[in-house]
């Protein structure tokens, strides 16, 4: 219930195309969803965030798209660049039985080939 | 600059033998919390403050000790230390806490420590 599933694991992609994390989530109560980036040795960091009254959120070239009937969430990175290299989590927040919850995919790791 | 200092950042010891992990933020955020990441199973979280004196467990709280005696300060007790507890460990704080409806609800995560129980 409290669950949040991300794929793929590991993800390669060329410089300029697209990259596409999907994540996927059960609990209703869930109500915000964060995308954060890590790059190694260093700790998460927020990168884009959607609330579920919207279907879909866009800062530069990071797009959030939300499907709230289907219970899912995508990250698309256009334009991937190099500098996208990094490990990406998607995660979900919510008051859970009483408690505030932010619960994290198990990440994944892409890599932009020059 | 504002950020969350954690210490040590890479530390090897011996099953049983008591450690603390230090935890500090400059934001004057109220809710803190402590995560440990392994590989496929992403952050999990071991113990979370809304403050001073206000603690509580998250997902995976066995063997972890926390407390909160002043608002910048969260640290991570692990009392007896088991090969099991070996992983990457992040302090995290925010102003407010996560899922409440208004904007700001953003985490800033320390550097990280890197525990190996042998």
Same mark, same amino acid.
């Given at each position: 219930?409290?669950?949040?599933?991300?794929?793929?694991?590991?993800?390669?992609?060329?410089?300029?195309?697209?990259?596409?994390?999907?994540?996927?989530?059960?609990?209703?109560?869930?109500?915000?969803?964060?995308?954060?980036?890590?790059?190694?040795?260093?700790?998460?960091?927020?990168?884009?965030?959607?609330?579920?009254?919207?279907?879909?959120?866009?800062?530069?070239?990071?797009?959030?798209?939300?499907?709230?009937?289907?219970?899912?969430?995508?990250l698309h990175i256009m334009d991937s660049q190099p500098g996208d290299?990094?490990?990406?989590?998607?995660?979900?927040?919510?008051?859970?039985?009483?408690?505030?919850?932010?619960?994290?995919?198990?990440?994944?790791?892409?890599?932009?080939?020059? | 600059?504002?950020?969350?200092?954690?210490?040590?950042?890479?530390?090897?010891?011996?099953?049983?033998?008591?450690?603390?992990?230090?935890? =500090?933020? &400059?934001?004057?955020?109220? *809710?803190?919390?402590?995560?440990?990441?392994? #590989?496929?199973?992403?952050?999990?979280?071991?113990?979370?403050?809304?403050?001073?004196?206000?603690?509580?467990?998250?997902?995976?709280?066995?063997?972890?000790?926390?407390?909160?005696?002043?608002?910048?300060?969260?640290?991570?007790?692990?009392?007896?230390? =088991?090969? &099991?507890?070996?992983?990457? *460990?992040?302090?995290?704080?925010?102003?407010? #806490?996560?899922?409440?409806?208004?904007?700001?609800?953003?985490?800033?995560?320390?550097?990280?420590?890197?525990?190996?129980?042998?």
């Open positions: 219930q409290q669950q949040v599933k991300q794929s793929p694991q590991s993800l390669i992609v060329q410089k300029g195309g697209i990259s596409i994390i999907n994540c996927a989530y059960e609990n209703t109560a869930f109500d915000y969803f964060p995308w954060y980036q890590q790059f190694p040795g260093k700790g998460p960091a927020l990168l884009i965030a959607i609330r579920p009254d919207v279907s879909e959120k866009k800062e530069g070239r990071f797009t959030i798209s939300f499907n709230k009937s289907a219970k899912q969430f995508s290299s990094a490990t990406y989590f998607c995660a979900a927040s919510g008051v859970i039985q009483g408690a505030q919850k932010l619960v994290f995919g198990q990440g994944t790791r892409l890599t932009i080939n020059p | 600059e504002a950020q969350v200092t954690q210490n040590p950042r890479y530390l090897i010891t011996v099953t049983g033998k008591k450690l603390t992990v230090t935890c =500090s933020q &400059n934001m004057n955020h109220e *809710y803190m919390s402590w995560y440990r990441q392994d #590989p496929g199973l992403g952050l999990r979280q071991i113990y979370y403050s809304m403050n001073v004196e206000v603690t509580d467990k998250g997902d995976v709280p066995e063997g972890y000790k926390v407390s909160r005696k002043e608002k910048r300060n969260f640290p991570l007790i692990l009392e007896s230390p =088991s090969p &099991n507890q070996t992983s990457l *460990y992040f302090c995290a704080s925010s102003l407010y #806490p996560w899922g409440r409806r208004i904007m700001n609800t953003e985490a800033f995560f320390g550097q990280g420590t890197r525990l190996t129980v042998v």
